[in-house]
């Protein structure tokens, strides 16, 4: 399909070039020079937005993940105030040593 679409254009290329009063050969080869710059140039750009990681799948994984982080603590932080004070201070409490023990079992 993409071979049809760049073959209509190298023929959409030759008849403007040949409207424009360029002959039979000089119309054909402006045409390939136009689409040669064109595919160079189309190519360029996929491979700028693969290397700098802007490609359709990649921001998508990215806002997705930027949405699903929001709810997640949302709901976290949610559940959390619904603790009792007591509850809230035993759960710190529990997580301070995990993180403490940790840190320890790294060293």
């Known amino acids: 399909m993409l071979g049809g679409l760049v073959l209509g254009l190298g023929a959409l290329g030759y008849g403007a070039f040949s409207a424009a009063g360029f002959e039979g050969a000089s119309a054909g080869i402006a045409a390939e020079a136009v689409l040669i710059v064109v595919v160079v140039v189309w190519t360029g ?53 995990e993180s403490a023990s940790g840190s320890e079992d790294a060293h």
């Open 45 to 97: 750009s996929y491979l700028l937005r693969v290397v700098t990681g802007r490609m359709t799948f990649m921001e998508q994984r990215r806002r997705y993940r930027q949405a699903y982080d929001q709810v997640t603590d949302a709901e976290l932080q949610a559940r959390f105030d619904a603790l009792s004070e007591a509850e809230q201070q035993a759960l710190l409490a529990q997580l301070e040593a």
